[in-house]
């Protein structure tokens, strides 16, 4: 008997990873004559499992039943689910913590003493920081806009914008996008006939859905690249293209997401294309990038931040030299670069020092 329910469970397992099974093939890998396999899913269909029989082929193929089978996970799909939990109940879905918490506690208290070991040894160790929280969207806007997109159905909702009174708008919705801790859905905005991207957080999803709609062709490769680009220039009232004199493969580690979309060029240029609340937070995100650059197209304003930048940053130079002993600055005749001289015991002057004030 205990063979057999040995059998059993690693038939199960098999057929849980959502493939067709012959016949023969799930008889090598349990060792068994074809007659006991049929005998085995036999059993597996009287205790509710809906395990279904594939055309063509004399296979098996586990189906969706209407109640939830016992799950069957190894050792690291185990310890996956544990953190995604985790994360889950901490995360900014509304009202899923405490389901989240009780599925937690459900799994772990099924875990081996090594799982569970590994799992709390996990938990006990991190910490999470380094990010504001994030507001707050209910799962269940969550799901009436996934239900809106998947059916390809029009969707009705009040938006408050933050530069704007409160409306209410009819879209084409295309896909929700998790974006840096929001929650984001890109759509065609039927009164303003182009493509909107609205903050989750900030619609209530009015019932019922409308009418079918056929799909649009996004304007961009796919909605990530789209939302990118949407988040780091067009939103903004302030806004830039910038030539970085590198190439984009070599400045792409420097750009952290949502803060600008890169357009490669040549191979010793790119265009960074980038956007911020005012011109002072543009001009320190383009000088982080850490790259000689040429202003393309930009405000007037970002010349001026650009200046007052340098100028700050060259005062707090002067003022760090004055308190170092032994420095003469000066401009060097040859490259006409900022210097500073060492003089040394016999009135020599000693080595150049490139980026001191004057």
């Known amino acids: 008997m205990l ?4 059998r059993l469970l ?17 008889a090598e890998r349990l060792g068994v004559s074809r007659r006991t396999l049929r005998r085995d899913v036999e059993r597996l269909r009287a205790l509710g499992y809906p395990v279904n029989a594939t055309q063509g082929t004399a296979g098996y193929r586990l189906g969706a039943g209407t109640t939830l089978p016992p799950l069957l996970l190894d050792d690291d799909e185990a310890v996956a689910v544990v953190i995604g939990l985790r994360t ?9 913590e405490g389901s989240s918490m009780r599925a937690l506690t459900k799994l772990e208290q099924m875990l081996p003493p090594r799982l569970r070991y590994r799992v ?5 160790a991190t910490v ?19 239900e809106a997109c998947r059916r390809r159905e029009r969707l009705r909702f009040d938006y408050a914008s933050p530069r704007r009174s409160r409306s209410t708008r009819l879209v084409e919705p295309h896909s929700l996008v998790s974006f840096d801790r929001h929650w984001y859905l890109v759509a065609w905005d039927t009164d303003r006939t182009d493509w909107r991207t609205f903050r989750v957080d900030r619609l209530t999803p009015r019932t019922p859905t409308g009418p079918r709609f056929t799909p649009r062709e996004l304007p961009d490769t796919d909605v990530a690249t789209y939302l990118a680009h949407q988040l780091s220039s067009r939103t903004w009232p302030f806004q830039a293209t910038i030539t970085l004199h590198e190439s984009a493969a070599a400045v792409t580690d420097r750009i952290w997401p949502g803060m600008g979309v890169i357009e ?7 265009l960074l294309h980038l956007g911020a609340d005012n011109p002072r937070d543009l001009a320190w995100m383009i000088t982080s990038v850490d790259a000689d650059f040429t202003l393309t197209h930009a405000p007037p304003e970002l010349a001026d931040a650009l200046h007052a930048h340098a100028a700050r940053c060259l005062n707090a130079v002067r003022k760090a030299w004055a308190l170092l002993p032994r420095r003469r600055p000066g401009i060097s005749r040859r490259t006409g670069s900022i210097t500073a001289q060492y003089p040394d015991e016999v009135g020599n002057e ?6 001191a004030p004057e």
């Open 10 to 26: 690693k038939l199960l397992s098999l057929l849980q990873t959502h493939r067709d099974w012959s016949g023969a093939e799930l």
């Open 88 to 96: 889950a109940a901490g995360g900014s879905v509304a009202g899923i």
């Open 128 to 146: 999470r920081a380094g990010a504001a929280p994030a507001p707050k969207v209910s799962a269940d806007t969550l799901m009436a806009i996934a």
């Open 350 to 355: 000693g080595e150049q020092v490139r980026g």
């Open 120 to 124: 709390n040894t996990l938990h006990t």
């Open 264 to 270: 490669p060029v040549d191979d010793d240029s790119c």
């Open 3 to 6: 063979e057999t329910s040995g």
